[in-house]
């Protein structure tokens, strides 16, 4: 499982209250600036998938971001935390172009009863897609002072919530970062490129 840096908040205010953002996968020690978020470091340039059939969480928060790669290229982002998260039926895939064609990896895990585990988990995505439902939610809070360890600017837009919950999880992503993930009966594959998790 990848798990790239994590990605700074944006200062301007991003209305994301109608796409409750969560994710499957960061280790958050203190923060910089405006924002109790470290300095990001460089994403690949190949967005990512991950769908889980339930994803059942603690200690949620979601703001606008921004990720860099390493052209520079700057890439809009929500950024989602959850302090604790279970994941069942967790699947991640990415496809590469190669000099050899397109190469994908498509790692399977959390299935059979015993879904995959993850702490101080962090995502920047571009997309979510599932049946949610939430716990003590409060949409349109300043993300500064949400009540995860991992904030956002002072100004921007936020939403918390005690609990989370998500079914038929799908995500783009360009980033997943947390400071434990348990592939309970991990599997990885090599494919030509045309299977993916959605």
Known sequence: ???PNMVRSRAGRVALATIPVVAASSLLFGGVAQGAVPVSFAVSGSEFQISAS?????????????????????????????ASATLADLCQSVV?????GKVGVLITAGSGGNPASATNLQIGMTGLRGDSSFGNIRIGVDASTVNTAAKGSAGDFAQDADTVSIANLQQNSWST??????LTGMKLELTDGTKTCF
């Open 54 to 82: 339930q994803l059942e969480g603690t200690g949620f928060s979601q703001y606008a971001g921004v990720t860099q790669d390493t052209a520079g290229t700057q890439h809009s982002v929500a950024i989602a935390n959850i």
């Open 96 to 100: 590469s172009d190669t000099p050899l």
């Open 177 to 182: 970062q947390a400071s434990t993930f348990t």
């Open 1 to 3: 499982m990848k798990f």
